[in-house]
């Protein structure tokens, strides 16, 4: 990897100098195909890609500075079919608690959002059986 004209090498005991090439294209700010985006998933170590991400932000964030942003999580509907094993947030259609967000709600939450400076808004839920891909569509038309 080349940073401020230095070159850092990373040497690897099985020769596998794919990761060297990838993280030097990710240094150069070149855009990283879906299949070698894979492959440092796969065979990247994490302490490495670490290193790359923080080397990036500095390089494209060179005040020094941290930032994040307020978003809020907004929950579509807790009914879902999918039965995750690690979720305990969902309800099986016709559960006593099982709901549908609703508009009014929605604008509700948008509204506290953007007053206490939200910029962004994320939309989640379960995988609710009766609501089909018109219904995410048109959510928030109105």
């Given at each position: 990897?080349?940073e401020n004209?230095?070159t850092?090498v990373?040497?690897?005991?099985?020769?596998?100098?794919?990761?060297?090439?990838?993280?030097n294209?990710?240094?150069?700010l070149e855009?990283?195909?879906?299949?070698?985006?894979?492959f440092?998933f796969e065979h990247?170590?994490?302490?490495e890609l670490?290193?790359?991400a923080?080397?990036?932000?500095?390089?494209?964030v060179?005040?020094?500075?941290?930032?994040w942003?307020?978003?809020?999580?907004?929950?579509?509907?807790?009914?879902c079919i999918a039965n995750?094993?690690?979720?305990?947030?969902y309800?099986?259609?016709?559960?006593?608690e099982?709901?549908?967000?609703?508009i009014?709600?929605?604008?509700?939450?948008i509204?506290e959002t953007?007053r206490y400076?939200?910029e962004?808004?994320?939309l989640?839920?379960?995988h609710h059986?009766d609501?089909?891909?018109?219904?995410?569509?048109?959510?928030?038309?109105n």
């Amino acid at each position: 990897m080349q940073e401020n004209g230095r070159t850092f090498v990373i040497y690897y005991p099985n020769g596998n100098m794919q990761l060297t090439e990838l993280y030097n294209k990710a240094m150069n700010l070149e855009f990283l195909s879906v299949e070698e985006g894979i492959f440092l998933f796969e065979h990247a170590p994490l302490t490495e890609l670490m290193y790359v991400a923080n080397e990036l932000r500095k390089k494209q964030v060179p005040h020094g500075k941290v930032t994040w942003i307020i978003d809020r999580n907004l929950n579509t509907t807790n009914v879902c079919i999918a039965n995750c094993k690690f979720c305990n947030f969902y309800r099986v259609p016709g559960h006593p608690e099982a709901y549908i967000t609703s508009i009014e709600i929605y604008k509700k939450k948008i509204d506290e959002t953007i007053r206490y400076g939200g910029e962004q808004l994320l939309l989640q839920g379960g995988h609710h059986p009766d609501l089909g891909l018109k219904y995410y569509v048109n959510l928030l038309k109105n």
